[in-house]
Structures are given as structure tokens and as C-alpha cells.
């Protein structure tokens, strides 16, 4: 034996030995751990989520401590890391899978472990979970990203069998939590109606969120959610897991109270519809489970997960974005070439950045004159546009603002020239009836030819205008009579389409990595954090009703960062403008007002606004949020947003009573200061001709702000009250 071969063999050896002995493997992150662990018999558990021992030698005692311990008569159910169906383990399986035999059984057991410090931040542990009686593995992958306190988690599965595999069940992940009982947070919705928060105890059985609609698939809930364990966990209090599932199509999240103390959480695609013929030598990459633990309540939570969004997954998260003049909501489909010049000066005179051209402007054959006809004949409409969008571009350029663009690609109405030439591109069972949401159908986006279509649109408005600064891209209709022309096995139809929806924006953004790009869905039906890999912010509804909107914005900052959340003035509501202007600065400020018919003082102060916006927006766009005080059960609601350096915070408080009140009598306790600083506060973004009953010299030291709190005097008279808070140097 040569000296090499020798020490091959060692090591070889001792590759072999680490794998067969008990492994203890620490996911870390600043404060929290997750432990996995083999038991005797190699199987992987995961025995422990939640805040980092000093002594790290003291995580092999926790799975002697499991309080489950199954007698004679009791389900043998281990706490197992990643469930597989067919064998010990007959609770909701994150795997089921028929082998290539016809054998539906899988049993994993720890193979290996490998771990990459990606950089100061990032470590990826993967652990390789083999079959003994298959060419069958998954390795489970753990992304911790130290400071944020986030973990990615996903599954590859992969076979060497003689003949395909098919996947039934293939979540990215299951997580067990032992607790006296769980509670469920989590957000249905419907079109304007976005984002309602109901919480409730797990009771024993599964509880499964999910959607099966294909594209628009948060119209009825949403994929992320909040679970406190032993009791409901309030902003600053009790322990929390947030997760959130990475996909853009249909999603499945079951919850399993299991004995007396345990939950199992399974998040993945939802396999409905879609068993997932596997070939030797594939690789299944399942999406992304988002999650972080907090020991602090839901809003330490949220922050974790705004961190992270903006730091590593939200398009340019950490950067600038452009506030927005748009015309939907004042001209709907009714615009020709000086309108529109209008509406760009108009941009000019608020002093916004863009001038969003919404629905509309293309079709002619069957012009889009309503939302009936000519969606997707991007060709622009010629009696509207004598001049085309080239023009429209360089007239908003001419005007001193920048121009933005509406497309909504994946979908077709009947009445176009698409539907015509192309009926092999258009997701529909041929016989039977069409059924339409909006008037409109889906195209198919399995299809390559299709998605080159969809790359080619946006390509071509880029070199027809290539001053465009921005993209609304809008998706109106989910899937109904699901069915491919082209793709061989419908069973993969909704996992290829989401393919291909990302091989496009994947495509456009390689060629224009920056433009600032709108995911919109008829207001908030589609907002993941898969998409917004390539987008910068989201619409979050079509109700943009600024009392309605608190709601919503509150509800949407338990998972997403305010720089992501586009939140427009419009005419819906009967509030003023000061409070219309004060919610939607409570993220990324637009309007769709006519500016023209603004009032003197209305202008004047939207105009002031906007600077007033521009000065502090870099606070809520990337500071911390601390939700103050909720607008459920308080009759005012407060939010703060303070910078990194603790030394200017943004309070935005608004009047939700629907009866006369006296306004707060309780003071408001901020957060997240710094109690050895001073401040001072002043009210900002105040009406003409109206003064603040808040004397701007006082002093206080942050510890009295956090401890006793202050009040922003906000009353029926005063509906909306804005502070700035600023540390003395
Ligand atoms: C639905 C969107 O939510 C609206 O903002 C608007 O863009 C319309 N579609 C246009 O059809």
C-alpha cells in the first residue's frame, strides 16, 4: 500500500466512523439554535428550537429529556427531522414517494454532514439522509444567516433506481415544537379585503392552510404565519416561530397537534394535483421555508424577517425606490397622448419621480378599452397614443420625471389577437366550458415558446422606451380548467409553470437587473418572498381606503419590510388628505389623485409632503419597525420606525375610533431607543394653517420615552399626528 492510498484509507475510516456515530448537529444563528440529533437507530431529530445554551455540550441531554415517551399501546413517533411516509412514522409526512419498484415505503437514516461558512454571515449545513433498501436520498439544507436569526430550509431529493420515482409529497420542511398549546396566526384574504389576521388555539388534529389556485395565490390566504407557543404571544412577549413559504404557486402549510405537547409544522408546495414523476439522477430542489424563532414576541419576529428580506432576498432591499404618480385610479382606461402629458407635468408639479402608465394603452384590433378586450396585444393603441409610448417616455423625460409602464403578461383576454393566432399557448380543457376571472384566461407559461413571448414583451417596451424606470406587473386572474396543450404530464403542470414565470423574470433581470419592478395581483394576491427575488415592492390592495389600509399595512409588516410596500393617496375614503398622505408615508408613498383638481392648501401640502417624505423615508424604508400599539383593540394606532443608530425615529399614530373619543389618555411607550440618549419631538407633515399642540423644545431622556411613553395628542379633531424624534447630539 502506497503512503497516499495509506492515507486515503484513514481518512476514509474516519469519514465512515463520524457518520455512524450519535451526531449532534447545531444550526446557529446570533440567539437561537436548532438542534438535530441521531437517535440509536440513525435516524435524524430535530430535538431542539429556540434560544442558544451558554454550554453547547449540554445539547446531547435534551433528547433524553423528550417528554414523549411511547408505552406499549402508543404510536411509536419519533421526532423525527424530515418525515418519511410508508414505514415507522404514520403522522403527516413531509415525503411520500413511490419507488421505481412500485414500493411505496421510504426510511431515512443520517448519512453525512457537511457545512460551508458561505461568508461572516451565512453557513449552509446539508445533511444527507440515505434509504437503506433504495438508491434513494435527501439532503436536507439549513442556510442560518447569523445576525438576521433566519433559517432557510429546503430538500433535495434525488434516486439512482432502476426506473422513475414518484413524488406524492415533497415538502421543503417539517419542524416539531413541544409546548402546552400553539397558536395559529395567520391572514385570509380576498380582493380588497387583504390581509385579515385571525388567531386561534391548534387544537388537536391538522389545521392546513393552503392554496390550489395556481397563479394569484394569495387571494385567499396568505403563505406565511406566526405561531406562539403556550399561549398567544404578544409584540414584546412569549415565544414565536414565523415562517414563511418561498414560492409564487400553490403552497401548503399544515399544522399537527400531536400527544399532548407537541405541533409539527409542514411547509412545501402543495402536492395537489401534482405528483412529481422523478427520473435517476435528478435533482427535486423543493422552495425555501423561511422561519426565525423569537423569545420576544411577534414584533422582534417581524423585524428578523424584515432584516433579512431587505439584507438578502427583497431586489435591491437595501437601496432607493421612487415615489410614483399613477393614473389608474383617476382615468381607468379614458387617456389619449395629452392627458398623459398632462399627467407628467402633473408628476412634476407634486414632485414625485415617476409617472406610472397603468392599463390600457395597448390593443388594436381589439383596443383595451375596458377589461374585456385586448389583453396581451402589447402593440400600443394607436387612437389613444398617436404619438406611441417611445414619445410618452421622452416626454416625461422632457418634463423633468421619470416613466413607468403597467404589463400583465402571463394573461389573455379572448377578445385579442393572441387568442386568435395562438390557441395552443392558453391554459384551458378545450372541451369544456371557459370560465374567465376578470375576463381573462392564463396563458401557459410551461410552455418555452411562451415564456419567450413574455421576455420578448418586456424586451421590446425596454428598447422601445429605454428610459423606462418602472414596471407594474399586474396578474388578474388564477387558473381554472388547468391544462397545459403542450406539456406531456399535466401532474407537472403546476410546478412548471412557476419554473417557467421564474426562468422569465430571471431572464429579464439578468438584462435589466435594476429597473424597479411593481408585483402586483389585483392588489395583494401574489406577495412572497420567492417573488421578490426579482421585485422591488408590491401592491398590497386595490383598497386603498387609508383607514382600511392601516389594517392592511399592519398586517403585511408581521413578514414584509415597509421599503417593499407601495401605498398610494387616491380618492377612495372620505378622510383628508393629511391623513390619506400620513398612512400611505407608513411605506413607499405614491398617489392617483388628479392633481389638477387638488385644492390650493391640498396641493400645497401634498407638495410639501412629498419633501417632508423625502426626508425621513430612508428611516422606514430601512429602520426598524416597532408596532406600538395595535388598531384592533386601542382607538389609536401606532407605529415607529427608528434608524440603526437609535438617534431618529419616525411615529406615525392615527385616530381608528369609529366613535367620538377624547383621544389617547394613556401615553404611547416607544421602543427600540436608546434609554441613555435625548430627544426631542416634533410634529411633522402638518396641514397649512394648522398648529401642533406639541411644544418641539422639550427633552427627554429615551428610557422615560420607553418607560412612560408620550402622547401625540391624536383626537377626532386630530386624526393623524406624525413625530419626529431626534437624539441631541
Ligand atoms: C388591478 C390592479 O390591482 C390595479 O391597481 C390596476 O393596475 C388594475 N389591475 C388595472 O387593470
Same mark, same amino acid.
Request: glycine share 6%; net charge neutral; proline share 3%.
Given at each position: 500500500? @502506497?503512503?497516499k492510498?495509506?492515507i486515503f484509507?484513514?481518512?476514509f475510516?474516519a469519514?465512515?466512523?463520524?457518520?455512524?456515530?450519535q451526531?449532534?448537529?447545531?444550526?446557529?444563528?446570533?440567539n437561537?439554535v436548532? =438542534?438535530?440529533?441521531?437517535?440509536k437507530?440513525?435516524?435524524l431529530l430535530s @430535538?431542539?428550537i429556540?434560544k442558544?445554551?451558554?454550554?453547547?455540550?449540554?445539547?446531547?441531554?435534551?433528547?433524553?429529556?423528550?417528554k414523549?415517551k411511547?408505552g406499549?399501546?402508543d404510536?411509536? %413517533?419519533?421526532r423525527?427531522?424530515?418525515i418519511?411516509?410508508?414505514?415507522?412514522n404514520?403522522m403527516?409526512?413531509a415525503? *411520500?414517494? +413511490?419507488?421505481?419498484?412500485? !414500493?411505496k415505503?421510504?426510511? &431515512?437514516?443520517?448519512?453525512?454532514v457537511k457545512?460551508?461558512?458561505?461568508d461572516?454571515?451565512r453557513?449552509?449545513?446539508?445533511?444527507?439522509l440515505?434509504?437503506?433498501?433504495?438508491?434513494?436520498?435527501?439532503t436536507?439544507?439549513y442556510?442560518a444567516y447569523f445576525?438576521?436569526n433566519?433559517i432557510e430550509?429546503?430538500?433535495?431529493?434525488?434516486h439512482?433506481?432502476?426506473?422513475n420515482?414518484?413524488?406524492?409529497?415533497y415538502?421543503?420542511a417539517?419542524l416539531t415544537?413541544s409546548g402546552?398549546?400553539?397558536f395559529?396566526?395567520?391572514?385570509?384574504?380576498g380582493?380588497?379585503?387583504?390581509?385579515?389576521?385571525?388567531?386561534q388555539?391548534?387544537?388537536? /388534529?391538522?389545521k392546513?392552510?393552503?392554496?390550489?389556485?395556481?397563479?394569484?395565490?394569495?387571494?385567499?390566504? +396568505?403563505?406565511s404565519f406566526?405561531?406562539s407557543i403556550?399561549q #398567544?404571544?404578544t409584540e414584546?412577549m412569549?415565544e414565536?416561530?414565523?415562517?414563511?413559504?418561498?414560492?409564487?404557486?400553490?403552497?401548503k402549510l399544515?399544522?399537527e397537534?400531536?400527544?399532548e405537547?407537541?405541533?409539527?409544522?409542514t411547509a412545501g408546495?402543495?402536492? $395537489?394535483?401534482s405528483?412529481?414523476? &422523478?427520473?435517476?439522477g435528478e435533482?427535486?430542489?423543493t422552495?425555501?421555508?423561511?422561519y426565525?424563532?423569537s423569545?420576544?414576541?411577534?414584533?422582534?419576529a417581524?423585524?428578523?424577517?424584515?432584516?433579512?428580506?431587505?439584507?438578502?432576498?427583497?431586489?435591491?432591499?437595501?437601496g432607493?425606490?421612487?415615489?410614483i404618480?399613477?393614473?389608474w385610479?383617476?382615468t381607468? $382606461?379614458d387617456f389619449?397622448?395629452e392627458?398623459?402629458?398632462?399627467l407628467t407635468k402633473d408628476?412634476?408639479?407634486?414632485g414625485?419621480?415617476?409617472?406610472?402608465l397603468?392599463?390600457?394603452?395597448f390593443?388594436?384590433?381589439?383596443?383595451?378599452n375596458?377589461?374585456?378586450?385586448?389583453?396581451?396585444?402589447w402593440?400600443?393603441?394607436?387612437?389613444?397614443?398617436?404619438?406611441? =409610448?417611445s414619445?410618452?417616455?421622452?416626454?416625461?423625460?422632457?418634463?423633468g420625471?421619470k416613466?413607468?409602464i403597467?404589463?400583465e403578461p402571463?394573461m389573455?383576454?379572448p377578445?385579442?389577437?393572441?387568442?386568435? !393566432?395562438?390557441?395552443?399557448?392558453i391554459i384551458?380543457?378545450l372541451?369544456?366550458?371557459?370560465?374567465?376571472m376578470?375576463n381573462?384566461?392564463?396563458l401557459?407559461l410551461?410552455?418555452?415558446k411562451?415564456?419567450?413571448?413574455?421576455?420578448?414583451?418586456v424586451?421590446?417596451? $425596454?428598447k422601445?422606451? #429605454?428610459?423606462l424606470a418602472?414596471?407594474?406587473w399586474?396578474c388578474?386572474?388564477l387558473?381554472y380548467?388547468?391544462?397545459?396543450p403542450?406539456?406531456?404530464?399535466?401532474d407537472h403542470?403546476y410546478?412548471?409553470y412557476?419554473r417557467g414565470?421564474?426562468?422569465?423574470?430571471?431572464? =429579464?433581470?439578468?438584462k435589466?437587473?435594476k429597473?424597479?419592478?411593481?408585483?402586483?395581483? /389585483?392588489?395583494? +394576491?401574489?406577495?412572497?418572498?420567492?417573488a421578490?427575488?426579482?421585485? @422591488?415592492?408590491f401592491?398590497?390592495?386595490?383598497n386603498?381606503?387609508p383607514?382600511?389600509?392601516i389594517?392592511?399595512?399592519?398586517?403585511?409588516s408581521?413578514?414584509?419590510?415597509?421599503?417593499?410596500v407601495d401605498?398610494h393617496? *387616491?380618492?377612495m /375614503?372620505?378622510? #383628508?388628505?393629511?391623513?390619506k398622505t400620513d398612512?400611505?408615508?407608513m411605506g413607499?408613498? /405614491?398617489y392617483d389623485?388628479?392633481?389638477n383638481?387638488?385644492s390650493?392648501?391640498?396641493?400645497?401640502f401634498?407638495?410639501?409632503a412629498?419633501?417632508?417624505y423625502?426626508s425621513f423615508?430612508?428611516?422606514v424604508?430601512?429602520?426598524?419597525?416597532?408596532?406600538?400599539?395595535d388598531?384592533?383593540?386601542?382607538?389609536?394606532?401606532? =407605529?415607529?420606525?427608528i434608524n440603526?443608530?437609535k438617534?431618529?425615529?419616525i411615529?406615525?399614530?392615527?385616530?381608528?375610533?369609529?366613535?367620538?373619543?377624547?383621544?389617547v389618555i394613556? #401615553?404611547?411607550k416607544?421602543?427600540?431607543?436608546?434609554p441613555?440618549?435625548?430627544y426631542k419631538?416634533?410634529?411633522?407633515?402638518?396641514?397649512?394653517? @394648522?398648529?401642533?399642540?406639541?411644544?418641539?423644545?422639550k427633552?427627554?431622556?429615551?428610557?422615560?420615552?420607553?418607560k412612560?411613553?408620550f %402622547?401625540?395628542?391624536?383626537?377626532?379633531?386630530?386624526?393623524?399626528?406624525?413625530?419626529?424624534?431626534?437624539?441631541l447630539?
Amino acid at each position: 500500500m @502506497t503512503k497516499k492510498h495509506f492515507i486515503f484509507s484513514l481518512l476514509f475510516m474516519a469519514v465512515r466512523l463520524s457518520s455512524f456515530a450519535q451526531q449532534t448537529i447545531e444550526i446557529a444563528t446570533k440567539n437561537n439554535v436548532l =438542534i438535530l440529533e441521531t437517535d440509536k437507530d440513525n435516524t435524524l431529530l430535530s @430535538t431542539y428550537i429556540g434560544k442558544k445554551l451558554e454550554n453547547t455540550a449540554e445539547y446531547p441531554g435534551i433528547q433524553a429529556l423528550d417528554k414523549y415517551k411511547p408505552g406499549s399501546d402508543d404510536l411509536l %413517533n419519533k421526532r423525527e427531522a424530515y418525515i418519511a411516509s410508508g414505514s415507522l412514522n404514520l403522522m403527516e409526512p413531509a415525503l *411520500t414517494v +413511490s419507488h421505481a419498484d412500485g !414500493n411505496k415505503s421510504t426510511v &431515512l437514516t443520517f448519512s453525512e454532514v457537511k457545512t460551508e461558512q458561505l461568508d461572516q454571515n451565512r453557513k449552509l449545513t446539508s445533511i444527507v439522509l440515505k434509504d437503506q433498501k433504495y438508491k434513494f436520498q435527501v439532503t436536507l439544507k439549513y442556510l442560518a444567516y447569523f445576525n438576521e436569526n433566519v433559517i432557510e430550509q429546503w430538500a433535495e431529493i434525488e434516486h439512482h433506481e432502476k426506473g422513475n420515482v414518484v413524488l406524492y409529497k415533497y415538502a421543503s420542511a417539517n419542524l416539531t415544537l413541544s409546548g402546552r398549546k400553539f397558536f395559529l396566526k395567520n391572514q385570509y384574504s380576498g380582493a380588497t379585503r387583504e390581509m385579515r389576521s385571525e388567531e386561534q388555539q391548534l387544537l388537536h /388534529g391538522i389545521k392546513t392552510i393552503d392554496s390550489k389556485l395556481g397563479t394569484r395565490t394569495n387571494l385567499l390566504h +396568505s403563505s406565511s404565519f406566526m405561531v406562539s407557543i403556550d399561549q #398567544p404571544a404578544t409584540e414584546d412577549m412569549g415565544e414565536v416561530i414565523a415562517g414563511s413559504l418561498a414560492w409564487t404557486g400553490n403552497f401548503k402549510l399544515d399544522f399537527e397537534t400531536f400527544d399532548e405537547y407537541y405541533l409539527r409544522i409542514t411547509a412545501g408546495i402543495n402536492n $395537489f394535483s401534482s405528483d412529481y414523476t &422523478l427520473k435517476a439522477g435528478e435533482n427535486f430542489i423543493t422552495p425555501r421555508f423561511v422561519y426565525t424563532y423569537s423569545s420576544e414576541g411577534k414584533g422582534l419576529a417581524s423585524r428578523n424577517l424584515q432584516n433579512w428580506a431587505r439584507n438578502y432576498q427583497l431586489l435591491n432591499g437595501k437601496g432607493e425606490r421612487s415615489t410614483i404618480l399613477n393614473n389608474w385610479e383617476t382615468t381607468y $382606461f379614458d387617456f389619449n397622448d395629452e392627458k398623459l402629458n398632462e399627467l407628467t407635468k402633473d408628476t412634476k408639479k407634486l414632485g414625485v419621480d415617476v409617472f406610472l402608465l397603468d392599463d390600457g394603452w395597448f390593443g388594436n384590433k381589439y383596443p383595451r378599452n375596458g377589461s374585456t378586450s385586448g389583453l396581451v396585444d402589447w402593440q400600443y393603441n394607436r387612437q389613444k397614443l398617436k404619438n406611441g =409610448i417611445s414619445t410618452l417616455g421622452k416626454e416625461a423625460t422632457a418634463n423633468g420625471v421619470k416613466f413607468g409602464i403597467w404589463i400583465e403578461p402571463e394573461m389573455v383576454n379572448p377578445k385579442s389577437e393572441l387568442y386568435e !393566432n395562438h390557441p395552443d399557448w392558453i391554459i384551458r380543457q378545450l372541451e369544456r366550458k371557459e370560465y374567465y376571472m376578470r375576463n381573462q384566461l392564463v396563458l401557459d407559461l410551461t410552455n418555452p415558446k411562451v415564456q419567450d413571448f413574455i421576455y420578448k414583451t418586456v424586451d421590446d417596451i $425596454f428598447k422601445e422606451v #429605454p428610459e423606462l424606470a418602472f414596471i407594474k406587473w399586474d396578474c388578474n386572474s388564477l387558473i381554472y380548467n388547468a391544462n397545459s396543450p403542450t406539456l406531456k404530464n399535466q401532474d407537472h403542470f403546476y410546478i412548471e409553470y412557476i419554473r417557467g414565470l421564474n426562468s422569465v423574470l430571471e431572464r =429579464i433581470r439578468k438584462k435589466y437587473p435594476k429597473t424597479p419592478m411593481m408585483l402586483c395581483a /389585483g392588489g395583494g +394576491s401574489r406577495v412572497d418572498y420567492a417573488a421578490l427575488k426579482y421585485f @422591488t415592492e408590491f401592491w398590497p390592495s386595490d383598497n386603498t381606503n387609508p383607514y382600511d389600509r392601516i389594517f392592511i399595512q399592519w398586517e403585511y409588516s408581521y413578514y414584509f419590510p415597509s421599503v417593499a410596500v407601495d401605498n398610494h393617496i *387616491t380618492d377612495m /375614503g372620505k378622510q #383628508p388628505i393629511k391623513f390619506k398622505t400620513d398612512v400611505a408615508m407608513m411605506g413607499k408613498l /405614491g398617489y392617483d389623485v388628479r392633481v389638477n383638481e387638488l385644492s390650493k392648501n391640498d396641493l400645497l401640502f401634498s407638495q410639501n409632503a412629498v419633501k417632508t417624505y423625502n426626508s425621513f423615508k430612508d428611516i422606514v424604508w430601512h429602520g426598524q419597525q416597532y408596532r406600538l400599539q395595535d388598531p384592533y383593540e386601542n382607538k389609536i394606532a401606532s =407605529i415607529a420606525y427608528i434608524n440603526d443608530a437609535k438617534d431618529q425615529a419616525i411615529v406615525f399614530n392615527y385616530h381608528v375610533a369609529t366613535l367620538f373619543t377624547n383621544g389617547v389618555i394613556l #401615553p404611547i411607550k416607544l421602543k427600540g431607543l436608546d434609554p441613555a440618549k435625548k430627544y426631542k419631538i416634533e410634529e411633522i407633515n402638518l396641514y397649512p394653517g @394648522t398648529k401642533s399642540p406639541i411644544d418641539s423644545a422639550k427633552v427627554y431622556s429615551g428610557d422615560f420615552l420607553m418607560k412612560v411613553g408620550f %402622547n401625540p395628542e391624536v383626537n377626532a379633531y386630530r386624526t393623524s399626528v406624525v413625530l419626529k424624534v431626534q437624539a441631541l447630539n
